[in-house]
Each structure stands twice: as structure tokens, then as C-alpha cells.
């Protein structure tokens, strides 16, 4: 049994990491509440936009705009999102295996010819894929500092760019989808060549009439590119709100573990105490006895 010096020591130490657990769950339960609002916010407009778009380019040709192009997938880029900050249980780690996950099953081939790029937002991603010699393009970190629409459409913008210009035959993103603080689901989606609406979605929205002006090809030539920087930005908002969530609850997990330890470091304490008097009165009756004696 531990002696009481190295108990004690244990029981101050654990307390100090509790005091700490609870503060950053204080403060992921006040970011959150914010990062929750963003993205609650967004979510009706981009999920408009997103159907209004896709009604619109049913009648389109594939070559009305340079952004719904189909080629043949020989330069993948993949956006990983993830955050910069750790002790967000596996929040990061879910993301880049997912996106890893995404580039062996569909994309090795170009992988093994040297063919596949990452744009990663995020500090934690940024390291892994630089650790390993990926071809990171870039440094997106600072877009935490000041998250709004204008500095997410710098990125999206240059990513636009690759692919217009064939840098990129096809983008695709990962991210985490944020439900509520305790639930954030990955997500993988291609966002260029923009994907055609599903089959299923078409019939949805085939009977929806929209009266046009200017034209229909003018108005799609000006929604495709918003279009597109929404949604990255709606992935970072996401993302964002996933972070803090899935942060406040680690926190809340390692403060219950903390508790946990300090009841059975106390009960330690204790019996090592007990056992320590114990001892000290045997020597004492021993003691008198061999005196008496």
C-alpha cells in the first residue's frame, strides 16, 4: 500500500486536473452555445440554396458552367476539417480516418502515383499530413481566429480556381456534421464538380415553377460559385460547433473520472491512516508491555 506522503500527493494533483476538466467544460459550454447559433442559422439558407440550385441546373448541359464539369478523376484534392485545438476526445482522429479511409477506397490509384492534395483546416489535420509527406497545400489555421463567410471564400475560392484551371479534377470534402453536443456525425461529399441532384430529389422538385429574370443560365452562373462557398463554410460552421461539443463532453467524461479516482484515492488515504495508527498503537502497548514486564 502507497504510503500517505505519495496518497496525498495523488489526491492534490487529481484535484487540480478535476478544477481544470470543469473550467474548459465551462468555457466549450459558452463557445458552444455561439458556434451553435452560426450554424443553426445557415443551415435553413444553404439547404435553400442548395434545392433551388438543383431545380434550376436539371435543364442545364453539362458544360454551361466550368463548375459542373465531369472529368475523368486523375487530381484529387480532399478539404479535411478538423480543429486546432486537442482534448476533444476523438473528434480529430474520426476525421482524418474518415478522409483516410475516403482516398484508400477511392482514390489509391491516384495516391500511388502522387496525385492526391489536401486542404487542411485545422492545425491537427495540417500536422498529420505534413508529418507524412502528403501534399498540403497551403495554411488555413488562422480561419478559427476570425470564422466568417468572407475569410471561408478565400479558401473556397482558390480551390474554385484549381479546379477551373485542372489543377483539381474532382474536391472532395470531410467533415463533422454537428446534431446536438453529444452526437456529430462524419460526413464525406464531393463539392466539385457540383453532383447532380438524385433522382429521388429531381421528382421532389420538378414541380416547383420559378419565375426568372434575367435568365436561368445567368441566374445559375451566379448561384453555382455562392453556392459552393456556402457550403464549405457550412462544413466549417459544422465543424466548428462539433469541436466545442464534442470537447465539452470529454471534459464532462474526465471530470466524472476524476471524481471517480478521488473517492477511491480518499478510501486509499484512509486505510493507509488506519493501518499507520494502528500500527503506532501496537508499538505502544508492545512497548509498555516489555516495560511493565
Given amino acids: 500500500m502507497a504510503n500517505l506522503k505519495e496518497v496525498r500527493n ?102 500511388a502515383a502522387g496525385n492526391v492534395s489536401i486542404v487542411a483546416i485545422g492545425k491537427k489535420s495540417q500536422e498529420f499530413y505534413e508529418r507524412r509527406k502528403y501534399n498540403v497545400i497551403g495554411n488555413n489555421n488562422d480561419l478559427y481566429l476570425d470564422l466568417n463567410f468572407e475569410n471561408a471564400s478565400k479558401i473556397t475560392e482558390s480551390i474554385m480556381e484549381g479546379f477551373v484551371h485542372g489543377k483539381y479534377d474532382r474536391v472532395e470534402l470531410v467533415y463533422n456534421h454537428f446534431r446536438n453536443a453529444a452526437v456529430q456525425y462524419l460526413v464525406a461529399e464531393q463539392l466539385l464538380p457540383v453532383p447532380k441532384p438524385d433522382k429521388k430529389d429531381a421528382v421532389k422538385t420538378a414541380n416547383v415553377d420559378y419565375i426568372l429574370e434575367p435568365s436561368q443560365e445567368e441566374i445559375v452562373e451566379q448561384l453555382i460559385p455562392k453556392n459552393i462557398k456556402i457550403q464549405l463554410y457550412r462544413a466549417v460552421l459544422d465543424s466548428n460547433a462539433s469541436e466545442h461539443g464534442a470537447r465539452m463532453t470529454a471534459m464532462d467524461k474526465a471530470t466524472e473520472n476524476a471524481g471517480d479516482l478521488l473517492k477511491a484515492l480518499k478510501l486509499s488515504y484512509n486505510q493507509a491512516r488506519q493501518a499507520a495508527i494502528t500500527t503506532e498503537l501496537t508499538e505502544i502497548v508492545s512497548g509498555a508491555a516489555a516495560l511493565a514486564g
Avoid at 463548375?67 to 478539404?79: D, F, N, T
Fill in 10 to 111: 495523488r489526491i492534490k494533483s487529481v484535484s487540480s486536473t478535476q478544477q481544470i476538466t470543469k473550467a474548459m467544460k465551462m468555457v466549450s459550454a459558452a463557445k458552444l452555445k455561439r458556434a451553435t447559433n452560426a450554424i443553426v442559422q445557415l443551415r435553413p439558407y444553404a439547404n435553400k440554396l442548395k434545392e433551388l440550385l438543383a431545380n434550376l441546373s436539371q435543364s442545364l448541359e453539362d458544360g454551361s458552367s466550368p463548375y459542373l464539369q465531369e472529368r475523368e478523376p486523375v487530381r484529387i484534392l480532399v478539404v479535411v476539417v478538423s480543429s486546432n485545438r486537442g482534448l476533444a476526445g476523438a473528434f480529430n482522429a474520426n476525421v482524418i480516418k474518415t478522409a483516410n479511409n475516403l482516398i484508400a477506397e477511392k482514390y489509391s490509384k491516384q495516391l
